[in-house]
């Protein structure tokens, strides 16, 4: 099984400023046929279902803003918040497509400090 | 709208078996692959099982392998989750989600609102 390893746990960022997540897979999932990252980022708010805000490691889901981005390649990615909102209060989980079973980072939580 | 609605939940007992459904709608259900993923209270995300458009191949974790059953029916644009020996870390908010493309090999971009498995005595 492809272990999907997130940091921090949790971090507290200042309204404005740029949150950093990120998410390291036990093996790669880059796709070496079609050079693509099995790789998608997930934003989980109290009390709702997860929401796609990042897909192919990189490609922003449609509506999702643009202070969201997604990174990396192989085997380390990032999810980056370049100014924090209090909207973007939350739990971020990384998930790998590549293999079965489909498995998920175990989450951080984002606060504002 | 893509609406995914989960039914079936609830609370049984260790040993006991539940059914899970899902109504989809908003979308051509049987061009999509669908999946089940649970969250036990207060911890992470976890895959559960995944099946491809057409319904011929399923997958499963390890965890629930040989007591799941997923299986979906196209031509009611529904997806189920028969779930037998149940165990108490069988505990769960369980979401329907839709997959992007019609093998699971891709990610989720849609989930249903999730419903709640309770097992113990």
């Known amino acids: 099984d492809i272990v999907m390893t997130q940091s921090p746990d949790s971090l507290a960022v200042s309204l404005g400023e740029r949150a950093t997540i990120n998410c390291k897979s036990s093996?790669?999932?880059?796709?070496?046929?079609?050079?693509?990252?099995?790789l998608a980022w997930y934003q989980q708010k109290p009390g709702q279902p997860p929401k796609l805000l990042i897909h192919w490691a990189s490609t922003r889901e449609s509506g999702v803003p643009d202070r969201f981005s997604g990174s990396g390649s192989g085997t380390d990615f990032t999810l980056s918040i370049s100014s924090l909102q209090d909207e973007d209060v939350a739990v971020y989980y990384c998930q790998q497509h590549y293999s079965v079973p489909l498995t998920f980072g175990g989450g951080t939580k984002v606060e504002i400090k | 709208e893509v609406q995914l609605l989960e039914s079936g939940g609830g609370l049984v007992q260790p040993g006991g078996s539940l059914r899970l459904s899902c109504a989809a709608s908003g979308f051509t259900f049987s061009s999509y692959a669908m999946s089940w993923v649970r969250q036990a209270p207060g911890k992470g995300l976890e895959w559960v099982s995944g099946?491809?458009?057409?319904?011929?191949?399923?997958y499963y974790a390890d965890s629930v392998k040989g007591r799941f059953t997923i299986s979906r029916d196209n031509s009611k644009n529904t997806l189920s989750l028969q779930m037998n020996s149940l165990k108490i870390e069988d505990t769960a908010v369980y979401y329907c989600?839709?997959?992007?493309?019609?093998?699971?090999?891709?990610?989720?971009?849609?989930w249903g609102q999730g419903m709640l498995v309770t097992v113990s005595s």
């Open positions: 989600t839709k997959v992007f493309a019609d093998h699971i090999w891709a990610n989720v971009n849609y």
């Open positions: 093996q790669s999932i880059l796709y070496s046929s079609n050079n693509m990252n099995y």
């Open positions: 099946i491809n458009a057409g319904g011929g191949n399923t």
